[in-house]
Nanobody
Framework: QVQLVESGGGTVQTGDSLRLSCVASGRYFSSYAMAWFRQAPGKEREFVIVKNWSGEWTYSADSVKGRFTISRDNAKNTVYLDMNNLKPEDTATYYC?????????????????????WGQGTQVTVSS
């Protein structure tokens, strides 16, 4: 089990940028693929972006491609989501998640059921 805590959410204007952080517990952080999901009110949880355990592979949803970037700092047990050119449709609660297996190959399409640890979420609101 990995404990995850997100932070950095807030209310911004259309076109603004924002960085979300997710701090993980445990010394095995570098062995897990990490991802970000989001969920808008009344909507299902949606995949956003993922980075594999070694850090060389990244995959993102079409809706955020070219705007969102995922990165990780293993020394700080932290994964980041850098969001640029935010749109009102990006408004949601954002969750970070750790893959359920270490040193695993993430499959595409990315499913929430493949992730075993979740943070509590951080709210991002984009106003127009």
């Amino acid at each position: 089990q990995v404990q995850l805590v997100e932070s950095g959410g807030g209310t911004v204007q259309t076109g603004d940028s924002l960085r979300l952080s997710c701090v993980a517990s445990g010394r095995y952080f570098s062995s897990y693929a990490m991802a970000w999901f989001r969920q808008a009110p009344g909507k299902e949880r949606e995949f956003v972006i993922v980075k594999n355990w070694s850090g060389e592979w990244t995959y993102s949803a079409d809706s955020v491609k070219g705007r969102f970037t995922i990165s990780r700092d293993n020394a700080k047990n932290t994964v980041y989501l850098d969001m640029n050119n935010l749109k009102p449709e990006d408004t949601a609660t954002y969750y970070c998640a750790a893959y359920k297996k270490t040193f695993a190959l993430v499959t595409v399409p990315v499913s929430a059921s493949d992730f075993g640890s979740w943070g509590q979420g951080t709210q991002v609101t984009v106003s127009s």
